[in-house]
Every structure is written in C-alpha cells, then in structure tokens.
C-alpha cells in the first residue's frame, strides 16, 4: 500500500485510497458491473507495475490522470428529515440499480434538495404511527460530492408513502462532501441542464431514478455557479500579536516562495491558486501558505526542509492552520485541506500524516 501511495498517488486515491487499502484483500470490483472491473483491475495493475520500476530503478509509466476518466453526476435529494443534516451519498431504489453501475470511485455527484420531501409515514416498533417531518428544502444544488466507494445495499426497509406507493430505496455509494457552503437556485440549475425554468425535476433522472449522468461542460458550468456565489477567500488575516516569521532559512524561504509562485506546478495538482503567504491569526501563529483547490477548498501549507519523527511540529502545524483559516473563512472544517511541504519527508511521517489527513509532497531540490 505504501509503495502505491508513493509512486502511483493518482492510482491509488481513484482506487478509493486509505478507505479502499484499509483491508485486505482489496475489493476492486464486482462482476455486476464488468467494464467498471476491467477499468480497475487495469487500474490496480498499473499501480504495481509503477510501484515495481520505481524500486527497481527503471523509467516510470506516465502519470496516471484520473480527470480523463472522472465521470460527473446529479442527484436529487428531498430535504433531511427535522433534525438531521443533508448527506453525500447518491441513492438509487431497487429496480433502478443499473443507473448506477458505471458510478466509479473519484466520480463527483451534485446534490439537489427539493423544496419537499413525500409525504409518509413511520411506524416505530410498539406498531404507533406518526408521518416524517421535513426540513425546509433549499430547491436548489446544495453541495458536491465525491465517490469513495462502489454501489452496495444498505440495511434499510422499503419506505410506503400516503398514496399507497413504495420504494425501497436500498442502494448507496459511499461519498464524501467536497463542498457544502455554495448554492445553486432550481431556475440556474434548470438552464444549465438545458430545461425549461419551471421544470420541477420530479421523475429526474435515467429510468426516473434519480440520478442523472451529465458531460463535463454541464459539469464546469455548475462549478463556476457554486463558485460564484462563494464569498472569497480571506487573503489577510486579523492583526497578529507578533512579528513576521523571523528565523527563517534561505532554503525554507525559497521553498516557500516556489510553492507559492506556482503551485499547481510545483505540487502537481492542477487548479490550486496562491491565496495568501505568512497568513496572520489573532493567536500569534501564522501559516506558510493558503492556497485554494479546483474546486474553491481551502489549504493550509507548512513548509519544511525535512521532516521526520524527531520533530512533528510541522505535521501538528499542518493540521492546524486549516482548522484556524475555518473560523476566518466561515466554512466548514470539511472543506479544508492540509499539505506538509519539504524536500524530504521519512515514511514514518508519511504513515502519520495518512491517519491524520494531511497531504504529503516532497519537492526536489
């Protein structure tokens, strides 16, 4: 696992990342869905034979670049129940589940609330009755998410709703929020996917199922609609109670001001954009670089020289600043990001910053 997060990074996060590795053996697919299998058991075999040049000191294949394959996808989802919050995952009822069979890991999902969820009820186990409460739906893309997992059946019970129709809406892939403090209004959404402005999205989807496929273009438009209505990222922070870096080292210095110059370049992500560098807090820390991500997240950078397990302070700084930058920003946690920056980072550090979310890049000298 070690050797494909290092020298196949792209590979093993599309292959689900520490999710997916957390067991053995690796699930890689099912023959339900037989392209999908063969596109990552390639996929797998790719990651080993890149993990065998390297340690054998030959050539590398090509980076691997999940974007040309990236598959983009809309849902809708009726508002949370009162008193929960809205989720991730696309759901698909039984009898629909073949929407969802060319859905793969990596593939991102944008999630519509309804105004109103379908009036049902629920029994609980003394056999009482009583219907579901909604939350105000937002009508409107609320999110997007990102799929960590294939579709499986989940424990649930067929749902019987007052017009004496059931759903059993049993299939779920796992995902993850990427975004959830934009919004997108029904009537911008309805002109994007090329609809008529009063078009209710009810019966939405392939086999009215919910869920849609859409091309990239649509995709890049929702973006830039999400982003737009996205307050910018703060580029200074509040007066600090203490001076400027001081101390620093010119090979520090100038890692720091390579990332920054050019950061989709010198960490291999494209997309990232410089926000800020030696950002102020109020508590007297200051975080290396801020930089923003593809899709509007937030990074805290820590830059080192080298890094291993005599001295964590970069790692435990790594963590920090994003959760500091949260409450400046106003965002949630779950759009920040974390990167550890240095010339050299021990694999024991590496293996510490898996559990902990923090991303590893190690930049020649």
């Excluded at 299998?37 to 797998?44: A, G, T, V």
């Excluded at 409460?133 to 997007?144: A, C, P, S, T």
Aim: proline share 6%; with cysteine.
């Amino acid at each position: 696992m070690k050797g494909i997060e290092s020298h196949a990074k792209s590979a093993y996060d599309e292959l689900g990342g520490g999710i997916a590795f957390a067991n053995w053996p690796l699930l890689i697919g099912s023959t339900a869905a037989p392209e999908l299998l063969l596109d990552r058991l390639f996929l797998y075999a790719f990651a080993v034979e890149q993990v065998k040049r390297a340690r054998g000191g030959h050539i590398l294949l090509p980076i691997w670049n999940p974007e040309a394959r990236r598959r983009y996808w809309l849902t809708v989802h009726w508002p949370p129940e009162t008193g929960q919050a809205s989720d991730p995952y696309p759901y698909l009822a039984e009898g629909t589940q073949h929407v969802g069979q060319d859905l793969g890991v990596g593939d991102l999902v944008w999630i519509f609330e309804s105004k109103t969820g379908r009036d049902r009820e629920v029994e609980e186990m003394d056999g009482t009755k009583h219907p579901v409460v909604y939350e105000d739906g937002r009508r409107g893309v609320i999110g997007l998410s990102q799929i960590v997992g294939q579709f499986r059946t989940i424990d649930v019970r067929p749902e019987t709703y007052k017009d004496g129709t059931e759903k059993w809406w049993r299939w779920q892939a796992p995902a993850r929020f990427i975004r959830t403090s934009g919004f997108i209004p029904h009537e911008k959404v309805n002109e994007i996917l090329g609809y008529s402005p009063t078009h209710s999205l009810r019966g939405f989807g392939t086999a009215h199922s919910g869920l849609l496929e859409i091309d990239q273009q649509k995709h890049g438009a929702l973006l830039s609609a999400y982003l737009h209505g996205t307050q910018r990222l703060p580029q200074a922070g509040p007066p600090s109670r203490q001076g400027g870096p001081g101390g620093e080292g010119p090979e520090h210095r100038a890692l720091k001001e390579k990332i920054a110059a050019n950061p989709a370049s010198v960490l291999g992500e494209s997309g990232l954009t410089h926000v800020a560098t030696e950002f102020g807090f109020q508590s007297g820390d200051r975080a290396d670089i801020i930089l923003g991500d593809a899709f509007g997240r937030f990074i805290g950078v820590e830059v080192e020289v080298e890094v291993d397990l005599a001295d964590l302070s970069g790692v435990l700084q790594a963590i920090k600043y994003p959760r500091m930058y949260t409450l400046v920003a106003q965002r949630p946690f779950s759009e920040g990001r974390s990167f550890l920056v240095a010339h050299k980072i021990s694999d024991e550090v590496k293996t510490l910053c898996r559990k902990y979310e923090v991303e590893c890049f190690e930049v020649a000298r």
